[in-house]
C-alpha cells in the first residue's frame, strides 16, 4: 500500500513548479488527482505548454496517467467562488469523494510598496488568499456535511504561505501580506474544522521556480520536487495529529515555524497614561527577542 492509496486530492495550480511537483508525488502516493491550473504567464496572461498544444494542466494528467495514475483536468480560476464550488463537485462527481485539498495557486507583482498600484494588490491578494479561501470553503462545507451525515472523512488541507509572510520581504509588500494572510487563515481553519475530522496546515517552501526566477540568484534554491513528500505525508492519514502548523521547507530541511506569540507583558492595573508608555514598553522590548530579520534587508 502507498501513503495515500484511495485518497482523492484537489491541487491547485498544478500545471508547473511546485504544484506539478505536488500533484505527480500525490498520485505516485496512489491519490486520484485534480489537477488545476488556470494556465496564465507570470503577467497574467493565458497560455499553454511550451510546444505541447496541451495545456499545462493537462500535460501534468498526461505525465500521472503515463505513471499509471488517476488524474483529471481542471482549469478553474480558484479566487471565482462558483467556479471553486464547481472544482470541488468535479472531485466528487469524477472520484466518488475529496481527501485532500493543496492550495498551491498564486502569482508575484514585486514591487515596493510606494510603487505598487491599486490593480497589482488586488490581484495578488485576490488570486492568493482568496484563492485559498473559495476551495477550502466548499471542500469544509463538504467535509462538515460528510460529517454530520456519519460518513466522516480523513481530510487534510495543506495551504501555501512563504517566508515571505512569515518574516516579510523587501519589495514584496502585497505578496508578504497575502502569504500572511494565508498563516493566519490556516490557524483558524484548523480550530474551526478540527470537529469533522479535518487538519489545516501550510507550508511555506522554498523552491526555483518561474515566480523567484530573475528575482534573484536562483542557483542555489532546492527544486520544487524537494517540497512535495511533505506535503504527501501532511496529506495521508498518519497525519491525523498534525494540524495549525506551518512547516518551512528548504531542499531536506524542514523548520516548524513559530509564529505570533505573547511576549512579555506589563499590566498597569489601570489605563495608562501616554507618558508612562514608553518607558515602559521600551522594558518590553528589551526582555523580547528579537524579530527575524526581514528578507532583502
Same mark, same amino acid.
Given at each position: 500500500m502507498t501513503l495515500l492509496e484511495g485518497r482523492v486530492a484537489i491541487v491547485t495550480g498544478a500545471g508547473r513548479g511546485i504544484g506539478r511537483a505536488h500533484a505527480l508525488e500525490l498520485a505516485r502516493q496512489g491519490a486520484a488527482v485534480v489537477v &488545476?491550473?488556470?494556465?496564465?504567464?507570470?503577467?497574467?496572461?493565458?497560455?499553454?505548454?511550451?510546444? +505541447?498544444?496541451? +495545456?499545462?494542466?493537462?500535460?501534468?494528467?498526461?505525465?500521472?496517467?503515463? /505513471?499509471?495514475?488517476?488524474?483529471?483536468? &481542471?482549469?478553474a480560476d480558484v479566487a471565482d467562488f462558483e467556479q471553486a464550488a464547481a472544482m470541488v463537485r468535479q472531485a466528487i462527481d469524477t472520484f466518488g469523494g475529496l481527501d485532500i485539498l493543496v492550495n498551491n495557486a498564486g502569482f508575484v507583482r514585486d514591487r515596493m510598496l510606494v510603487n505598487t498600484s491599486e490593480e497589482e494588490w488586488d490581484a495578488v491578494i485576490r488570486v492568493h488568499l482568496k484563492g485559498h479561501f473559495a476551495p477550502l470553503r466548499h471542500a469544509g462545507a463538504y467535509w462538515r456535511s460528510e460529517a454530520k451525515e456519519g460518513r466522516p472523512r480523513a481530510a487534510r488541507v495543506i495551504n501555501t504561505s512563504s517566508g515571505a509572510g512569515l518574516q516579510g520581504s523587501v519589495g514584496q509588500a502585497t505578496y508578504s501580506a497575502a502569504k500572511a494572510g494565508i498563516a493566519g487563515l490556516t490557524l483558524v481553519a484548523a480550530q474551526?474544522?478540527?470537529?469533522?475530522?479535518?487538519?489545516? &496546515?501550510?507550508? !511555506?517552501?522554498?523552491?526555483? +521556480?518561474?515566480? +523567484?526566477? *530573475?528575482?534573484?540568484?536562483?542557483?542555489?534554491? !532546492? /527544486?520544487?520536487?524537494? &517540497?512535495?513528500?511533505?506535503?504527501?505525508?501532511?496529506?495521508?492519514?498518519?497525519?491525523?495529529?498534525?494540524?495549525?502548523?506551518?512547516?518551512?521547507?528548504?531542499? *531536506?530541511?524542514?523548520?516548524?515555524?513559530?509564529?505570533?506569540?505573547?511576549?512579555?507583558?506589563?499590566?498597569? *492595573?489601570?489605563?495608562?497614561?501616554?507618558?508612562?508608555?514608553?518607558p515602559a514598553l521600551r522594558d518590553l522590548l528589551a526582555a523580547a527577542p528579537a524579530p527575524e530579520p526581514v528578507y532583502g534587508a
Amino acid at each position: 500500500m502507498t501513503l495515500l492509496e484511495g485518497r482523492v486530492a484537489i491541487v491547485t495550480g498544478a500545471g508547473r513548479g511546485i504544484g506539478r511537483a505536488h500533484a505527480l508525488e500525490l498520485a505516485r502516493q496512489g491519490a486520484a488527482v485534480v489537477v &488545476n491550473d488556470y494556465g496564465v504567464s507570470l503577467a497574467g496572461q493565458r497560455d499553454g505548454a511550451e510546444g +505541447t498544444g496541451e +495545456t499545462p494542466a493537462e500535460s501534468v494528467v498526461a505525465e500521472i496517467e503515463a /505513471l499509471g495514475g488517476r488524474a483529471v483536468v &481542471n482549469t478553474a480560476d480558484v479566487a471565482d467562488f462558483e467556479q471553486a464550488a464547481a472544482m470541488v463537485r468535479q472531485a466528487i462527481d469524477t472520484f466518488g469523494g475529496l481527501d485532500i485539498l493543496v492550495n498551491n495557486a498564486g502569482f508575484v507583482r514585486d514591487r515596493m510598496l510606494v510603487n505598487t498600484s491599486e490593480e497589482e494588490w488586488d490581484a495578488v491578494i485576490r488570486v492568493h488568499l482568496k484563492g485559498h479561501f473559495a476551495p477550502l470553503r466548499h471542500a469544509g462545507a463538504y467535509w462538515r456535511s460528510e460529517a454530520k451525515e456519519g460518513r466522516p472523512r480523513a481530510a487534510r488541507v495543506i495551504n501555501t504561505s512563504s517566508g515571505a509572510g512569515l518574516q516579510g520581504s523587501v519589495g514584496q509588500a502585497t505578496y508578504s501580506a497575502a502569504k500572511a494572510g494565508i498563516a493566519g487563515l490556516t490557524l483558524v481553519a484548523a480550530q474551526e474544522m478540527g470537529r469533522y475530522g479535518v487538519t489545516v &496546515n501550510a507550508i !511555506a517552501p522554498v523552491a526555483r +521556480t518561474r515566480m +523567484t526566477e *530573475g528575482a534573484f540568484d536562483t542557483s542555489a534554491m !532546492a /527544486l520544487p520536487e524537494d &517540497n512535495s513528500p511533505i506535503v504527501a505525508w501532511l496529506a495521508s492519514e498518519e497525519a491525523g495529529d498534525v494540524t495549525g502548523r506551518v512547516i518551512e521547507i528548504d531542499g *531536506g530541511q524542514i523548520t516548524v515555524e513559530s509564529g505570533w506569540a505573547h511576549g512579555p507583558a506589563h499590566d498597569l *492595573g489601570r489605563r495608562w497614561e501616554a507618558a508612562e508608555v514608553g518607558p515602559a514598553l521600551r522594558d518590553l522590548l528589551a526582555a523580547a527577542p528579537a524579530p527575524e530579520p526581514v528578507y532583502g534587508a
